[in-house]
């Protein structure tokens, strides 16, 4: 049973429209949700989190909206960029762990055409 | 530089042949993981531990074992391999609190045939 689901196996986007990646999750014990960006032969690095008591963080060209009734999260990206192809996961931590229990979703590879 | 770095990163072996990932950090985290990576489950985790001493199960954890004896490092051991166990493994780090991002190493891939 996945917890945090990633539907949309891949995405392609025009340089310059916005990107949206989705994301849902099924545990309402998670508190804080995370994007991160993977590049081929490179580990996963940090994008942008959101806490589950703001239903929007927005970090330059990145934002991401939280709907907590809907267990639906989503990452904009706009404008999208040849550079911001890769393979974006979103991870979802529940705080009464400590948030040592962290749940990835599948991933979503973006591609952005120039 | 801060880092988290782990050995080896390409690695192929036989079935039964014990073998070690080692993962080690520059940042004086107290919590570290591992998890494997495989085609359409994304990042699963295995192992986690707090602090020195103190590990815990993912929720993958069977065939692996743990130990934290410092704190920078968190060795990963398959003691008896198996082609099940065939994957990238990717070792992380994050210090206390929220939002809980982690430093991942660059993976490890590994074949058991």
């Known amino acids: 049973d996945q917890q945090v689901k990633q539907n949309s196996p891949s995405l392609s986007v025009q340089e310059g429209r916005i990107s949206i990646l989705n994301c849902d999750y099924t545990?309402?014990?998670?508190?804080?949700f995370l994007w991160y960006k993977k590049y081929p032969a490179e580990g996963p690095t940090f994008l942008i989190s959101?806490?589950?008591?703001?239903d929007k963080n927005e970090d330059g060209r990145f934002t991401v909206f939280l709907n907590k009734s809907a267990k639906h999260l989503s990452l904009h990206i706009v404008p999208s960029q040849p550079g911001d192809s890769a393979v974006y996961f979103c991870?979802?931590?529940?705080?009464?762990?400590?948030?040592?229990?962290?749940?990835f979703g599948a991933g979503t590879r973006l591609f952005v055409k120039a | 530089e801060a880092q988290v770095t782990q050995n080896p990163r390409y690695l192929i072996t036989v079935t039964g042949k014990k073998l070690t990932v080692t993962c080690s950090q520059n940042?004086?985290?107290?919590?570290m993981s591992w998890y494997r990576q495989d085609p359409g489950l994304g990042l699963r985790q295995i192992y986690y531990?707090?602090?020195?001493?103190?590990?815990d199960k993912g929720d993958v954890p069977e065939g692996y074992k743990v130990s934290r004896k410092e704190k920078r490092n968190f060795p990963l051991i398959l003691e008896s391999p198996s082609p099940n166990q065939t994957s990238l493994y990717f070792c992380?780090?994050?210090?206390?609190?929220?939002?809980?991002?982690?430093?991942f190493g660059p993976g490890t891939r590994l074949t058991v045939t």
């Open positions: 992380a780090s994050r210090g206390q609190g929220p939002p809980y991002e982690q430093y």
């Open positions: 940042m004086n985290h107290e919590y």
């Open positions: 531990s707090m602090n020195v001493e103190v590990t």
């Open positions: 959101i806490s589950s008591i703001k």
């Open positions: 545990n309402s014990m998670f508190d804080y």
């Open positions: 991870a979802a931590s529940a705080v009464g762990t400590g948030g040592f229990k962290t749940i």
